[in-house]
């Protein structure tokens, strides 16, 4: 098993996915520092990195879909209230994550997509750009030989952001612009309660970022979280949802998916399936990127 090194267990205990999880987690530290909820720290730490555009793959600066304009994914859970919201598939909205908060905060719903969610959140105030182009885009995507098997661009990255607060509290969120040169329409894992994220307030939270599909056929976040709560360390829980999956899918180990998770003590613990997989802890005040190598096949 590889081991990852404990954070001090003072003030919140962050996990998040990829290097630039790094300004996730000292944005979400701060936040809390100032008196913010560990929710309002995951909001803050995700919109810094939709606001950056991260490496080109989180909010409207990531990776376009198949037609050649974002949609994007996020969603956000408050463990101690057993409270979430998320939007699928959302066009031109800046922070997918405050509208994902906004249909937690001020809807009756969990989850909203499209153009739905689109209203839902321009309803809210929520900032957006100019979409005007998009129908062209649409227009001339339809227009052309079109062929889903030949993504325009391939390559994936999502911020995820796990947090267990000074009072034993656990949170999450995660946003994305998806798997590049997807589908229109097409939803992944990220918003999907119990596949791209899942938090229990009594046990811990799960984390994922990767191909999507390969995730949420798995429910794996949910599955991690029952592991840990069986007594499974982070660390194990996360590597035995690789083996577990690679068991028994066509893919084997080429799933290209890689998951994080925190558990009521402030442990963490991270996996990858074939690929090294950094990612940034947080505790204490303090933050650093790791990393991890690919699961040791049995
Ligand atoms: C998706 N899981 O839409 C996301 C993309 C991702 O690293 O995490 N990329 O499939």
Redesign the pocket.
């Known amino acids: 098993m590889q081991e990852t090194p404990e954070p001090a267990a003072s003030g919140p205990v962050m996990i998040a996915?990829w290097p630039f999880g790094k300004l996730a987690v000292d944005a979400a530290a701060e936040k809390v520092a100032a008196g913010g909820s560990g929710l309002d720290g995951i909001e803050e730490g995700i919109r810094l990195i939709e606001s950056l555009g991260s490496d080109g793959?989180v909010g409207l600066a990531g990776r376009p879909n198949a037609a050649g304009y974002p949609q994007l994914?996020a969603c956000i859970v408050e463990g101690p209230t057993r409270g979430a919201g998320s939007v699928g598939g959302m066009e031109g909205i800046v922070h997918p994550i405050t509208a994902a908060r906004r249909v937690m905060d001020s809807s009756r719903h969990v989850m909203l997509v499209g153009e739905g969610a689109r209203w839902f959140a321009l309803e809210q105030g929520l900032e957006t750009v100019d979409v005007s182009d998009l129908a062209a885009k649409k227009a001339a995507w339809v227009a052309r030989d079109r062929d889903p098997e030949e993504p325009a661009e391939k390559g994936?990255?999502?911020i995820t952001l796990l947090m267990l607060d000074g009072n034993g509290d656990l949170y999450g969120g995660c946003s994305?612009s998806?798997?590049g040169g997807?589908l229109p329409g097409r939803v992944?894992?990220?918003p999907i309660l119990g596949a791209?994220l899942f938090v229990d307030n009594e046990v811990g939270a799960a984390g994922?970022?990767?191909?999507?599909?390969n995730?949420m056929r798995y429910s794996a976040t949910t599955v991690i979280v029952e592991m840990m709560r069986q007594g499974m360390h982070p660390q194990e829980a996360c590597e035995a949802m690789v083996h577990r999956i690679a068991a028994v899918d066509p893919l084997g180990y080429q799933l290209d998916v890689?998951f994080i998770a925190i558990d009521k003590q402030g442990r963490t613990g991270a996996a990858a399936s074939n690929q090294r997989f950094p990612f940034a802890v947080g505790a204490g005040g303090r933050s650093e990127v790791r990393s991890v190598e690919a699961v040791e096949r049995p």
């Open positions: 996915t793959s994914d994936h990255d999502t994305t998806g798997a997807k992944g894992d990220s791209g994922a970022t990767g191909v999507g599909e995730v890689c």
